[in-house]
């Protein structure tokens, strides 16, 4: 694990919490951000914090190859919105915005478009704001989810909870 992986896991740990279990989060069961939907063979409320970050080294953070990110604002978007809606769609938002294949795959040609960017707006402001538009699309589907979305919203600007 690196340097910059235990930096985001520490603040990833400041967002998400222990065992919970909220009949509107569709996850089910969660803890450590962890849920049974995505996680039906693991004992939810038996996950020790040192099992939850092997979870997220090996099925986000590597995946999404966030060491090959120049910029950690990016990076961080990238992985923090890869745990929250899942590898596939954040990876798949990055290349919406870079203009490549939508593959939901991190490879090559991605990551160079990532690396060499040099748009009007710094790339992380153009993802922070796709992000938004996501959660307001989940809560005008779904209103019970409007009571995710404080969350959802300090996540994305990066606003530590005990504000």
Same mark, same amino acid.
């Given at each position: 694990?690196?340097?910059?992986?235990?930096?985001?896991?520490?603040?990833?740990?400041?967002?998400?919490?222990?065992?919970?279990?909220?009949?509107?989060?569709?996850?089910?069961?969660?803890?450590?951000?962890?849920?049974?939907?995505?996680?039906?063979?693991?004992?939810?409320?038996?996950?020790?914090?040192?099992?939850?970050?092997?979870i997220?080294?090996?099925?986000?953070?590597?995946?999404? $190859? =966030?060491?090959?990110?120049?910029? %950690?604002? +990016?990076?961080?978007?990238?992985?923090?919105?890869? @745990? !929250?809606?899942?590898i *596939?769609?954040?990876?798949?938002?990055?290349? $919406? =915005?870079?203009?490549?294949?939508? %593959?939901? +795959?991190?490879?090559?040609?991605?990551?160079?478009? @990532? !690396?060499?960017?040099? *748009?009007?707006?710094?790339?992380?402001?153009?993802? =922070?704001?796709?992000?938004?538009?996501?959660?307001y699309?989940?809560?005008?589907?779904?209103?019970?989810?409007?009571?995710?979305?404080?969350?959802?919203?300090?996540?994305?600007?990066? =606003?530590?909870?005990?504000?």
């Amino acid at each position: 694990m690196t340097e910059r992986f235990e930096i985001f896991f520490n603040r990833l740990m400041g967002y998400e919490g222990g065992l919970g279990n909220d009949p509107d989060d569709h996850g089910g069961q969660t803890k450590y951000g962890i849920s049974h939907k995505s996680y039906p063979y693991l004992d939810i409320a038996k996950l020790n914090l040192e099992r939850a970050k092997e979870i997220y080294w090996n099925d986000y953070y590597k995946p999404l $190859k =966030i060491d090959n990110f120049i910029n %950690d604002r +990016i990076a961080w978007q990238l992985f923090d919105f890869g @745990v !929250n809606a899942g590898i *596939g769609t954040s990876a798949k938002m990055l290349q $919406k =915005i870079l203009k490549t294949t939508q %593959d939901g +795959i991190i490879g090559k040609i991605t990551l160079e478009k @990532v !690396n060499l960017w040099n *748009g009007k707006y710094p790339l992380y402001i153009h993802f =922070i704001s796709e992000r938004i538009k996501f959660y307001y699309k989940i809560t005008d589907n779904d209103p019970t989810q409007m009571k995710f979305f404080k969350g959802w919203m300090f996540r994305i600007i990066e =606003i530590p909870w005990d504000l």
